[in-house]
């Protein structure tokens, strides 16, 4: 269970030394400051970095100042602050992540982009993609994907699958599909590893010697970039067929060349904003999927009730010729669409979202310095009793209101930067729910709620395994 902390209100200080107008801190050692601490939490603790930030939210409150590799950071938990660097609105703030993970995702990277203006350019051209046409062609190749690979899960070990694996293997060829039309072969095999293997590299220590994390981690980012170049180039002649695909709408537009030439995206953009899309969208997604499984295996009710409203939708669909889901029909799962969202509150996927100050500020009467890094803790919000009533207990129905805080739910991000994703990374979640559970009558087998160690992105480090007994499908039902 996670802790949470009654009445922290923002700004509360427990430090009986911070009488200044510093936020909290404590010293750590000189030059290495709290580093060791820091990758302890993410290398050993079985929360994660979740454990970093909540040791010292007890001792500080909302606000803490930190060193981690040299630099200052200071970490904050409050919506009144999140709504104040996240809207960003004089400019004082940029995106910056530590420069290891930069390197893997690369420097033109919009995960990454730090000068307002280059961001801007980068979302601009990726924004277009993300159309509701788009997002409808999705749908239905994702619902594709998934009947056929979720069909073989009985005869799979005894009918025993482990959710994560699953889901990587579905959102990464989900991803490769949509942004570039591959589906199978050695090339996708070969991707999948090294996008792995780059993800492994984000939070281990930067060194580039050849046993290290990190040098896999480049090499393996290295091979990613020589597939894209050859995809790339082979569009860019025109020798790939006419694919409706991410990759086709970007290197066609650079040929219209809008007729200014600042408006393209070189290769290299193209190739890291590939890359980032994949990782952006297959990691989080998958873990996401993982703990909406395991919290609906752990609450019967919640799943008899989410079971009841995709048995009758399934019942409709039987009837159709075309029985893949549609937006529509995603449109049709108010109950389903709320365990989404409180399974994305609790899991908190993408834990904190890092900034870089740009101009002398103040923040909850604190003074924040030009240079410092500025870190808003979104778990540490979704699971602020004073945020959330009960904020442990999975419960969906939270979501009945409509008049939810502003910046309390941070699963996307919000502001500027927030997820460009996000419609298809629901989409996915609603599709994969619906299917497993009009498919299998299934249980959770391993209770076990350690996070994964090392990883980017929040993972349950058993994976989820479920036990799958097949159901009668509607058709079948009817006919009996
Ligand atoms: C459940 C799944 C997902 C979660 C929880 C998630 C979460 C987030 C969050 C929190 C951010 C903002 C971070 C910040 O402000 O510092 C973000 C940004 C982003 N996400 Fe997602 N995401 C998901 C799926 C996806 C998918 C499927 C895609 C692409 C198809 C995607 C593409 C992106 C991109 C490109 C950005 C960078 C936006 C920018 O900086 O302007 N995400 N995501």
Known sequence: EWVSIPGLGPGRIHNQESTTDVPPSSRGIPLIGETIQFMAAINYSSKGFYDFVQTRRLRYGNCFK??????????FSSIETAKVILRNDAGKFTKRYLSSIAQLVGDQSLLCASSPDHHKLIRGRLNNLF???SLSLFIKQFDELIIST?????????????VLKEALKITFKAMCKMLMSLESGEE???????????????LAFPLKLPWTRFYKGLQARKRIMETLEKIITLRRRGLEGCNEDFLQYLVQEDNRGFGDETLKLTDTEIKDNILTMIIAGQDTTASAITWMVKYLGENPEILDAVEREQQKLAEKTSTRTSFNLTLQDLNDMPYASKVVKESLRMASVVAWFPRLVLQDCEIEGYKIKKGWNVNIVAKSIHFDPMVYNDPNKFNPSRFDEHDSKPY???????????CLGLNMAKAMMLVFLHRLITTYKWKVVDSDSSIEKRAMFSRLKSGCPIHVTRLPSPKDVKSA
Not at 66 to 75: A, L, M, S
């Open 131 to 133: 159309t509701t046409k």
């Open 188 to 202: 996708v095999e070969m991707m999948e590893k090294d996008v792995a293997e780059v993800c492994k590299a984000m």
């Open 66 to 75: 930190t060193n981690i590799f040299g630099e200052t950071h200071v970490f």
């Open 408 to 418: 309390s739910f941070l699963a996307f991000g919000m502001g500027e930067r927030t």
């Open 150 to 162: 979720l069909g073989g899960w009985e005869h799979h070990r005894g009918g025993t699958v482990v």
